[in-house]
């Protein structure tokens, strides 16, 4: 499924919200850091910008329980790091995720701390 490029109205720019290699906090974002919701964030970067997956497909990749993938969903939305939206497709209500350009920023500042704080291994 594709659609326009998702983004969240009055977000920080891209540019805002992630910084420069040379600049990265070693902090690690503890929305992401969560494994359950970094596996969400990592499936969710692999699809070209503006594409989303269906939450039964997203569920079946992760292997969360509904339940879970709900929670950890809602918390990454609240964030501005995905966004979902549902439509009805041949009377069947569908709920598709994608990851906001503020979500990948977040997700590439992560990477970034991440890959220093691992430098001296």
């Known amino acids: ?14 540019d805002q919200v992630a910084e420069t290699p040379a600049t990265v906090s070693t902090e690690l974002d503890p929305v992401i850091h969560v494994p359950a919701r970094l596996r969400l ?4 970067a ?9 939450f039964t497909r997203l569920q079946d990749m992760i292997g969360l329980t509904p339940g879970n993938l709900i ?5 990454l939305e609240e964030v501005g790091y995905v966004v979902s ?10 709920t598709s995720v994608g990851l906001t350009n503020r979500g990948r920023a977040a997700l590439d500042s992560y990477r ?3 890959r220093e704080l691992l430098g001296g291994l």
């Open 1 to 14: 499924m594709t659609t326009e490029p998702i983004d969240e109205p009055g977000a920080a720019a891209p």
């Open 46 to 54: 692999a699809l070209r910008d503006g594409d989303s997956l269906s």
């Open 71 to 75: 929670t950890h969903l809602r918390k």
């Open 112 to 114: 970034e701390a991440l």
């Open 41 to 44: 964030m990592a499936t969710l």
């Open 85 to 94: 939206s549902k439509t009805v497709i041949k009377l069947v209500p569908q």
